[in-house]
């Protein structure tokens, strides 16, 4: 089994940062792309950004220049630093992965979300 785990959300006023983390865990063999989301109740959840292996990233234009992601592959861990936070940002931030894992004596894939980390922004 894969576990992803968040943490970092929390308040935080307009203008300001945060710094989300999100750790894999588990039987894994590899650690693919890893994204984040996020989700507003009532709305669709959306792409923030999403990095891959090698450390390609892209991102959606609302956050561009403004958010970064970044990975430690040997900790599997995705981080996204989020500068100059608007209203508009806040919402549910939800991880991402695609990953290798270990079933027996084979290898085989699945994708993979973690729990969900809240990130209110407000005065």
């Known amino acids: 089994q894969v576990q992803l785990v968040e943490s970092g959300g929390g308040l935080v006023q307009p203008g300001g940062s945060l710094r989300l983390s999100c750790a894999a865990s588990?039987?894994?063999?590899?650690?693919?792309?890893m994204a984040w989301y996020r989700q507003d109740p009532g709305k669709q959840r959306e792409l923030v950004a999403r990095?891959?292996?090698?450390?390609?990233?892209n991102y959606a234009a609302s956050v561009q220049g403004r958010f970064t992601i970044s990975r430690d592959n040997a900790k599997n861990t995705v981080y996204l630093q989020m500068n100059r936070l608007t209203p508009e940002d806040a919402a549910g931030y939800y991880c991402?992965?695609?990953?290798?894992?270990?079933?027996?004596?084979?290898?085989?894939?699945?994708?993979?979300w973690g729990q969900g980390t809240q990130v209110t922004v407000s005065s």
């Open positions: 990095i891959t292996k090698q450390g390609d990233t």
């Open positions: 588990g039987n894994i063999f590899s650690v693919n792309n």
């Open positions: 991402h992965a695609h990953v290798a894992y270990y079933a027996g004596d084979a290898v085989r894939s699945d994708d993979y």
